[in-house]
């Protein structure tokens, strides 16, 4: 079937720690993002991607950094600049850049130690 | 403030009773989607309407658009407990066309 995956499902991370969320696609769309969610709030934008080796900041880009090597990987690495981690990360895809819909997957919850 | 803002913010209604939930924006569109999440999970696309549109079915969905107003409301007829969940609008908010989220309603359906 195709879909994204996400991993790990739940994430620590001490203090002063980089660590790096997994998203992997195979619905062949040309456009992925990541966006973080925090308790009984919508989404907000981190970064997008809308073709490989290129990628775009979103509403909330510090302290996190992307790479996009490959069209079906999109990882997020929350830097120790992040200095408030602790949320459920969301990575999408899509035909088309943001005017079609999203497939999601189904999140990492990151949580500090 | 939130280019798409959900009402209510919570919703508690009987099993087969509709549901109606209302979304409400700032600035023009080019189309307005809805999103269902499960409490842990993802998001699942619903429905996307277009600003030429007016109204759009599928299923028991049923999406209204009032570009006039900038409002949307998605209705859910016959509500099952397995609709439970949270309901969000998203719009494209212009700012290069991103997807800009409401805040989100949830919906409790029970048995």
């Known amino acids: 079937d195709g879909g994204i995956t996400q991993s790990p499902k739940y994430l620590f991370r001490k203090e002063g720690q980089n660590v790096t969320l997994s998203c992997e696609q195979n619905?062949?769309?040309?456009?992925m993002y990541w966006y973080r969610q925090d308790p009984g709030q919508g989404l907000r934008l981190i970064y997008y991607s809308q073709i490989v080796n290129d990628f775009q900041k979103g509403d909330i880009a510090e302290g996190y950094s992307v790479s996009r090597e490959k069209k079906e990987s999109f990882p997020l690495t929350v830097t120790s600049a992040q200095k408030n981690p602790t949320a459920f990360y969301l990575c999408?895809?899509?035909?088309?850049?943001?005017?079609?819909?999203?497939?999601f997957g189904d999140g990492t919850r990151l949580s500090i130690l | 403030s939130q280019q798409g803002e959900e009402d209510p913010q919570a919703l508690s209604i009987q099993e087969g009773e509709n549901a109606t939930m209302n979304c409400s924006y700032k600035t023009s569109i080019n189309n307005l989607q809805w999103y269902r999440q499960n409490s842990g999970r993802g998001l699942v696309h619903l429905i996307l309407?277009?600003?030429?549109?007016r109204e759009k079915h599928s299923g028991r969905l049923r999406v209204t658009l009032d570009t006039s107003k900038k409002s949307s409301s998605l209705l859910i007829t016959a509500s099952r407990a397995a609709d439970t969940a949270s309901y969000f609008c998203a719009t494209d908010a212009g700012q290069g066309g991103k997807l800009i989220f409401g805040q989100g309603t949830e919906l409790s359906v029970k048995p």
């Open positions: 619905l062949n769309h040309d456009a």
């Open positions: 309407i277009r600003s030429n549109e």
């Open positions: 999408a895809s899509s035909d088309a850049l943001f005017n079609q819909p999203q497939h």
